[in-house]
C-alpha cells in the first residue's frame, strides 16, 4: 500500500483541504506514512506573507533532498499566485493551484506512469466554482472545521489572498448539512464553520429566491442532531445586525465568540487599507453584539506600521483597541507582499518602529486578556474537554477561554460544568462541578 505525508501551512482553510485530499488519498488505497519515508509527500502552500512562500519552498526542497524517490506535489495558494518560482524548482513532480485539488490522485498517477511534471492551474476568473471537496474526520479530536466558502472580492490593499483564491463562491447549503452529520456522526462535537470570507456566503448567486446567506447555514448546522457547538472562523464587522445577533441568539448551539478582524484603529490607514468601514461603524457592532451576547469573546487581527502609519495613528490604535477591550488580539508586523497595491505605498515603516509598535500594543493585548479572564473567576462555564496531559485535562468555554481541570482522559470530548477558581498565566484553573452542585 502506498503511503503518503502531508505538510501543510497556513489557515483552517488549507487544513480542511489537506484533510479532505488526504481523504482521497486513502480512497485511492494509500495510507498515511506515519513517520516513516512516504512514497508521495504533499506540500500544501500558503503565500499570505513572504515567509511563508520561502518556508514553502524549503519544505519543498527538503522533502526532495531527504526522499529522492518520492514524489513530490505542491499545491496550494504560493503556487496559485507564483507558479513560475514553484516551476523553476526542480524537486516538484506535481503542481496545483487553488482549484481541482480532487485530481491529486490522478495526477500522481500520471506523473508516475510517465515520469512528466504534471501541472494544474486554473484561471480563476474563469473558474469560479466551489472547488468540492469533503472530510469526515477533523483537524483534533473534538473539533471539526467544515469549509462552508471560498475565495474573496474585497481586495483589502495589503491582501494577496483575493489572487491566490479567487472570487466568492459559496458550498451548496445540503453538501455542508451532510458534513456536518457525517462529522457528528463521526463523534464530534464542535464544528467550526470556515472560509476565505464567510460572511460573504451566497453573495454570488444572482436568484434571490435560491441564495442563502451564512446565517441560514448556521441555523441548518444548528438544527442537526448532535451538534452541540458551532463557531465562526472570523466574522466581517459589517455582516453583523440586530436581527442577524437575534437569530444567533436563537441557535442553542451557537458559540458566543466573535473573531472580528480590525486591522487599525485610525480611519485615515483604515480607508487607505480599503477595509469599508469606520471605527465607529465597528464601535456600533460591537455594541450590539454585547447587548445580546453580554458574555461574547471578542478577539480580532491589527497590523501595526501601515505604510504612513503615524505616531498619532498608531496611538489611535492603541487607544481603540483598549475602548473595545478585546478578549485575544493577533497582532502583526505590516509585511509588504509583492502583487498587493500597499507593497507600492510610500511612506514604509521602519522595520525596528513595526517591531517596537507591535511590541507596544502586545503589551495592551496582555493586560486586556488577563482581564477578560480574570473576570471569569468565579464563574460557571462550559467547557468542552479537548486533551491534556497525566491528571490535566484542557478545553474551551464557549466564548473561547481555555480552562484546566484535574481529571483523567476519559473526560476527553465530553461537556463539562466547571467553577472558573483562579488565572495561572494564560489558562484559567477550574473544577467540575458534579450535578447536584449545578
Ligand atoms: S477581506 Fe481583505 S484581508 Fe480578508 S481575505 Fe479578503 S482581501 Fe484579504
New binding site residues.
Partial sequence: MPTYEFHTLGCKVNQYESEAMEALLRQHGYREAAGEPADLYVINTCTVTHVSDRKSRQQIRRMKRENPDAVVAVVGCYSQVAPEAVEALDEVDVLMGTKGRAKLPELVEAFQQTGERQVLLTDLDQDRAFDALEISGGLETTRAAIKIQEG?????T?????YA?GHIASRPLDDIVREAERLVQNGFKELVLTG??VASYGKEERDASRRHDLLDVIEAVGRVAGVERIRLS?M?PRWVTPERLERLRAIPAFCPHFHL?L?SGSDRILEKM??AYTTELYREKVAEIRRVFPEAGLTTDVIVGFPEETEADFRDTMDFCQEIGFSRMHIFPFSPREGTPAALFEGQVDPWVKKERARRLAEVEEALRYGFMDRAVGQVEEVLIEGGEEERREGYTRNYLRVAVPGDVSLVNTVQWVCIVAREGDVLKGEILEATQL
Fill in positions: 474573496c472580492d474585497r481586495y483589502c495589503y491582501c494577496i489572498i483575493p483564491r476565505i470570507h472570523s466581517e478582524s486591522q480599503n477595509r
